[in-house]
């Protein structure tokens, strides 16, 4: 089975610092979007990504974010001078007209 | 906003039948229902999804109402490894966008 892979699996950062979350998406799919999860809350997206630039964004996904696909494989999120409650799990999808792959996450840690 | 409602939580003993129900009474005609699951804050894993007909997998099956405003989720025999958070998701088309509108889930645990 297909699958979306993320790396790293844990990152921790100290705060103010920048960190670039990584997804490999699934080759022959068409959108991709990161959401995150804070511990104990529901998954929230953050933004879509088709034909190479953002086609929607939520209101979490400020000028502190910005993604990219810069080799037509590696799908990235970066997020620059962290905050205490950027802490949270980064999942990435990979989406067809019926399906909707997650990787496993990247947890991310800022302290 | 969720365009789901789900029970927070729910018990089944291990090899009977667990029913989750979601409400999604405001769904439009062209939006789908997901559900995925979610064990131990790993990635959401999908389980199945509907239009307007019932649909079964190997995991599942999915029962939607005749007025489409709720569906039913059923793992016909569960196990322990079914304990996970088990979301009843719409998926909405936008001009540009396909749009999972997640609820808070239901978490289901399986009791031996």
């Known amino acids: 089975e297909p699958e979306v892979t993320q790396t790293p699996s844990h990152q921790v950062t100290q705060m103010g610092q920048e960190v670039i979350l990584r997804c490999v998406p699934i080759?022959?799919?068409?959108?991709f979007y990161w959401y995150r999860q804070i511990l104990g809350q529901k998954v929230e997206f953050l933004v879509s990504f088709y034909n190479n630039e953002i086609s929607e964004k939520s209101e979490i996904f400020d000028d502190q974010f910005s993604v990219e696909r810069p080799d037509g494989s590696n799908f990235t999120l970066k997020i620059r001078s962290t905050k205490l409650e950027d802490s949270a799990m980064y999942f990435c999808?990979?989406?067809?007209?019926?399906?909707?792959?997650f990787g496993q996450g990247t947890r991310l840690t800022v302290v | 906003d969720a365009k789901t409602t789900q029970p927070p939580s729910m018990d089944c003993a291990e090899g009977r039948a667990a029913n989750l129900p979601c409400n999604h009474s405001?769904?439009?005609?062209?939006?789908?229902v997901y559900w995925y699951r979610q064990i131990h804050s790993q990635g959401p894993q999908y389980i199945i999804h509907g239009l307007k007909n019932n649909e079964t997998n190997e995991m599942a099956s999915l029962i939607i109402t005749e007025d489409r405003k709720s569906s039913t989720l059923i793992l016909p025999h569960a196990t322990l490894r079914d304990t996970a958070v088990y979301y009843c998701?719409?998926?909405?088309?936008?001009?540009?966008?396909?749009?999972?509108?997640w609820g808070a889930g239901t978490k289901l645990i399986i009791k031996p």
């Open positions: 998701i719409v998926r909405v088309v936008t001009d540009s966008n396909y749009q999972l509108i």
């Open positions: 999808a990979s989406i067809t007209n019926t399906e909707a792959f």
């Open positions: 405001t769904i439009s005609g062209n939006e789908y």
């Open positions: 080759s022959n799919h068409l959108y």
